[in-house]
Every structure is written in structure tokens, then in C-alpha cells.
């Protein structure tokens, strides 16, 4: 589980696509997003804590990659994210 409200997750030299599924820690619903180091964002979208996990993609186009995802929870006690996905 990640701890406080944010985490950046560093991914591997080549990558062209990841995802993950993040979830709040509290059973109840807040507000998590997800954004990319080029500024792409899933915007703020409602997950519930309870088996509601939320998926989250990114992709990159032609010689682009991803270098960095960052995600938020409005959840103060935490959040977890798991099930990752990766492309190269």
C-alpha cells in the first residue's frame, strides 16, 4: 500500500505503455487520478475502497515513452495499486 496521497512510480528505460489498477485505502469513494510525465492525466475519477479498484492506462505514440505515472488519492490514510501492466 502506498502511503499519504501521492506516488511516482519511475518505469523502465523503453517503456510504450503501462497500467495499473489503484484503489483507496478507506471503503468508501474518493477521487483518484493518475498522470503521465508528459502531462496526460485521467483526470480526478470516483473509486470506491471496497473491491472497487480503478483502472488506469497510458499509451505513447511513435518514438515517445513513458518515463514516470504519478498517482493521487484524496484518501488522507492511503491507497494501494497492483495488477501493473507493461509494454516496451
Excluded at 480503478?54 to 515513452?65: D, V, W
Excluded at 491507497?79 to 516496451?88: L, Q, Y
Aim: aromatic share 12%.
Amino acid at each position: 500500500m502506498a502511503s499519504g496521497t501521492e506516488v511516482t512510480l519511475t518505469l523502465p528505460p523503453g517503456t510504450k505503455a503501462f497500467y495499473l489498477y489503484a484503489e483507496p485505502n478507506t471503503f468508501d469513494t474518493f477521487s483518484m487520478s493518475a498522470t503521465g510525465d508528459d502531462g496526460t492525466t485521467s483526470g480526478l475519477l470516483p473509486v470506491h475502497g471496497q473491491s472497487g479498484a480503478r483502472y488506469f492506462g497510458f499509451h505513447s505514440t511513435g518514438p515517445a515513452t513513458l518515463k514516470t505515472i504519478k498517482v493521487t488519492s484524496l484518501d488522507t490514510s492511503g491507497f494501494a495499486i497492483g495488477e501493473f501492466g507493461i509494454s516496451s
